[in-house]
């Protein structure tokens, strides 16, 4: 009895985190569940909280942001951060910030404003000790929606920066 | 009778589109011309793959101003001058009537279709003639009829024989497959001009429509190339970092508008297509783009949001960047802005309020600063207009997905070209070929 209730648990559990609208949540899900792994792995030395802090933020890539606005939002900046300090140790690490809008707005704008949000993410990470010529900047404007849909919540997804490595 | 060759524009070997697009009258005017097109006899074996007189009925009834007699109800059914009774058509108070027959060329493959045009009212015949070509040329024989009774009625020339570009984007296994296509004006015949897994954009038309610009991503970059229709044959036209984009014929044809933004934010270049040089016309740390010429090709109408949000603005090609004219004011934001061939009438997308969340198609009379507002959906963007000035053709959602629609100038006409498949956008109408 008490298995079946424990499997019950786990479906529903699993049916949540297929909804479109909770990829955030499975994305933390799995960084928090990625970095306790790694932590019980590294047997010899344990990780320092900064160091784990440095892992977790490595695994945010996308940054959203509001409509209309081209600077990241506050709360990603320790996440940059630790961006810019990861490159600025490995010099040999190239990355591509791929830039996003929502469809609202012409296309040709679009790709400006993806533009716009992709440069302050490059400058940030250069001030913080990254090289110039480790990032390439990219555009896709409107034409590469990470959700489709007309609502706020395909929006909110779709204006966005993603670190890519190459 | 005058024995007219048609002039048909030559295809490379490209493939027919998965996915035609197909008409739907959404708007009509309220009273539209009455005209009567006789099915026209065919007079050969066989069927035909093509019918001629549906195709002039089509074509007319779509741009609104004319509504067709269905041939149920008609009294007589003439294909030629002396089989007309006027009295049959002005006791169903049609006002214009066509008539017309197909036969096979002897000792050949092709066929002539001859028809005939008349006002019932003056008992006149308009106009008459033999027009020669293939089999599958009958489309566009029907399309030159079209364009001699619409020009005849209205005193317009006609573009029923021009052709659109666009862009599909469709979901395939996954992945997200890019189209740029061309299509008859009416979606029909459509054509898969350029294929790819990355983003295609902003494609454009050279002056005298053989060959075409646009923006691939297929190198990962965003890059301007030219493409001639005829022979498929492809030109990378920049190289420069970051934004490439934007690509707009000069209306001599020598030249390119676009957008750079390789010295920092994106500004206007022009680029001359012989000898490669670029001439920088906007400087300012702001967004300018979607550049379009005036007739005349010395000026070059744009978007800028250096007042904070997108308006749009006017400079000679070559002046001081400080020498620049506001175009739109009372609008929360005004884009891609293009004027009309009367050099007056500026076509655009508006939003008129930061409140109002919607994006439309609208005409600024820029001499008395009268402002009307064409479509009543909410996300419609890239206003395209036809050669002859009588329609614009734009792209908008519809149940989710991207259409594209078709307004007259006066806001009273619309139509729709909805696809099976895809997100269809950025549509550019052709120049006339001939």
């Given at each position: 009895?008490?298995?079946?209730?424990?499997?019950?648990?786990?479906?529903?559990?699993?049916?949540?985190?297929?909804?479109?609208?909770?990829?955030?949540?499975?994305?933390?899900?799995?960084?928090?569940?990625?970095?306790?792994?790694?932590?019980?792995?590294?047997?010899?030395?344990?990780?320092?909280?900064?160091?784990?802090?440095?892992?977790?933020?490595?695994?945010?890539?996308?940054?959203?942001?509001?409509?209309?606005?081209?600077?990241?939002?506050?709360?990603?900046?320790?996440?940059?951060?630790?961006?810019?300090?990861?490159?600025?140790?490995?010099?040999?690490?190239?990355?591509?910030?791929?830039?996003?809008?929502?469809?609202?707005?012409?296309?040709?704008?679009?790709?400006?404003?993806?533009?716009?949000?992709?440069?302050?993410?490059?400058?940030?990470?250069?001030?913080?000790?990254?090289?110039?010529?480790?990032?390439?900047?990219?555009?896709?404007?409107?034409?590469?929606?990470?959700?489709?849909?007309?609502?706020?919540?395909?929006?909110?997804?779709?204006?966005?920066?993603?670190?890519?490595?190459? | 009778?005058?024995?007219?060759?048609?002039?048909?524009?030559?295809?490379?070997?490209?493939?027919?589109?998965?996915?035609?697009?197909?008409?739907?009258?959404?708007?009509?005017?309220?009273?539209?011309?009455?005209?009567?097109?006789?099915?026209?006899?065919?007079?050969?074996?066989?069927?035909?793959?093509?019918?001629?007189?549906?195709?002039?009925?089509?074509?007319?009834?779509?741009?609104?101003?004319?509504?067709?007699?269905?041939?149920?109800?008609?009294?007589?059914?003439?294909?030629?001058?002396?089989?007309?009774?006027?009295?049959?058509?002005?006791?169903?108070?049609?006002?214009?009537?066509?008539?017309?027959?197909?036969?096979?060329?002897?000792?050949?493959?092709?066929?002539?279709?001859?028809?005939?045009?008349?006002?019932?009212?003056?008992?006149?015949?308009?106009?008459?003639?033999?027009?020669?070509?293939?089999?599958?040329?009958?489309?566009?024989?029907?399309?030159?009829?079209?364009?001699?009774?619409?020009?005849?009625?209205?005193?317009?020339?006609?573009?029923?024989?021009?052709?659109?570009?666009?862009?599909?984007?469709?979901?395939?296994?996954?992945q997200t497959v890019f189209r740029l296509e061309k299509a008859d004006y009416d979606g029909q015949r459509a054509q898969v001009l350029l294929e790819?897994?990355?983003?295609?954009?902003?494609?454009?038309?050279?002056?005298?429509?053989?060959?075409?610009?646009?923006?691939?991503?297929?190198?990962?970059?965003?890059?301007?190339?030219?493409?001639?229709?005829?022979?498929?044959?492809?030109?990378?036209?920049?190289?420069?970092?970051?934004?490439?984009?934007?690509?707009?014929?000069?209306?001599?044809?020598?030249?390119?508008?676009?957008?750079?933004?390789?010295?920092?934010?994106?500004?206007?270049?022009?680029?001359?297509?012989?000898?490669?040089?670029?001439?920088?016309?906007?400087?300012?740390?702001?967004?300018?783009?979607?550049?379009?010429?005036?007739?005349?090709?010395?000026?070059?109408?744009?978007?800028?949001?250096?007042?904070?949000?997108?308006?749009?603005?006017?400079?000679?090609?070559?002046?001081?960047?400080?020498?620049?004219?506001?175009?739109?004011?009372?609008c929360f934001q005004c884009m891609k802005g293009q004027f009309l061939p009367d050099g007056v009438n500026m076509v655009h997308v508006r939003r008129?309020?930061?409140?109002?969340?919607?994006?439309?198609?609208?005409?600024?009379?820029?001499?008395?600063?009268?402002?009307?507002?064409?479509?009543?959906?909410?996300?419609?963007?890239?206003?395209?207009?036809?050669?002859?000035?009588?329609?614009?053709?734009?792209?908008?959602?519809?149940?989710?997905?991207?259409?594209?629609?078709?307004?007259?100038?006066?806001?009273?006409?619309?139509?729709?070209?909805?696809?099976?498949?895809?997100?269809?956008?950025?549509?550019?109408?052709?120049?006339?070929?001939?």
């Open positions: 009895m008490v298995i079946s209730l424990f499997a019950f648990a786990a479906c529903s559990s699993t049916g949540e985190t297929d909804d479109a609208g909770s990829g955030s949540q499975s994305t933390s899900a799995g960084s928090s569940s990625g970095s306790a792994t790694s932590s019980a792995g590294s047997s010899s030395g344990r990780l320092s909280q900064e160091e784990i802090r440095a892992q977790n933020a490595l695994r945010q890539t996308v940054f959203y942001f509001d409509f209309d606005i081209a600077e990241f939002k506050s709360e990603d900046r320790d996440t940059l951060t630790f961006h810019a300090r990861d490159l600025a140790a490995n010099p040999n690490k190239r990355v591509r910030l791929e830039g996003h809008a929502d469809e609202r707005g012409t296309r040709e704008y679009n790709l400006a404003l993806g533009e716009r949000r992709a440069n302050g993410i490059l400058n940030y990470l250069i001030v913080n000790g990254a090289s110039r010529s480790q990032i390439e900047v990219v555009s896709y404007g409107e034409e590469r929606p990470a959700q489709s849909g007309q609502a706020e919540s395909a929006y909110s997804r779709n204006r966005r920066v993603e670190i890519v490595a190459r | 009778m005058i024995n007219r060759a048609l002039v048909l524009i030559l295809l490379c070997a490209s493939f027919s589109a998965k996915a035609e697009l197909s008409i739907q009258i959404t708007q009509g005017v309220d009273n539209p011309i009455p005209i009567s097109v006789v099915p026209f006899a065919w007079e050969g074996a066989g069927v035909l793959s093509e019918n001629v007189s549906q195709i002039v009925i089509d074509d007319l009834q779509q741009v609104g101003e004319f509504r067709a007699l269905s041939p149920g109800n008609m009294l007589s059914l003439p294909n030629e001058e002396n089989e007309v009774f006027f009295r049959d058509w002005r006791v169903l108070a049609q006002d214009y009537l066509l008539v017309g027959k197909i036969t096979r060329a002897t000792g050949s493959q092709l066929v002539q279709v001859q028809y005939e045009f008349f006002d019932v009212n003056r008992e006149l015949k308009l106009a008459g003639e033999v027009l020669t070509g293939s089999v599958t040329q009958l489309r566009d024989i029907g399309h030159e009829i079209s364009n001699v009774v619409f020009e005849l009625v209205t005193g317009t020339r006609g573009a029923f024989t021009t052709q659109i570009l666009y862009i599909v984007s469709e979901e395939v296994g996954g790819s897994n990355e983003p295609i954009m902003s494609p454009s038309w050279s002056p005298n429509g053989q060959d075409i610009a646009y923006v691939s991503f297929e190198t990962s970059l965003p890059r301007i190339y030219t493409q001639n229709i005829a022979t498929g044959q492809r030109r990378q036209i920049t190289n420069y970092p970051n934004i490439n984009s934007s690509p707009v014929w000069s209306p001599d044809g020598n030249r390119l508008a676009m957008v750079l933004s390789k010295d920092g934010s994106p500004d206007i270049y022009v680029q001359d297509l012989l000898s490669n040089e670029l001439i920088r016309v906007t400087d300012h740390p702001a967004i300018d783009t979607e550049p379009s010429w005036s007739r005349d090709g010395s000026a070059i109408v744009f978007m800028s949001d250096r007042t904070g949000q997108p308006q749009i603005y006017q400079m000679e090609v070559g002046a001081s960047s400080f020498n620049v004219e506001r175009l739109t004011y009372d008129e309020t930061r409140q109002d969340p919607n994006y439309q198609i609208a005409i600024l009379n820029v001499e008395t600063l009268r402002v009307i507002t064409l479509t009543d959906t909410s996300l419609d963007e890239s206003p395209s207009v036809a050669p002859n000035g009588s329609m614009i053709m734009y792209a908008t959602k519809f149940a989710g997905r991207g259409v594209l629609d078709a307004v007259s100038i006066d806001g009273r006409v619309k139509f729709r070209l909805p696809s099976s498949q895809g997100d269809v956008r950025e549509p550019a109408w052709s120049p006339f070929f001939n």
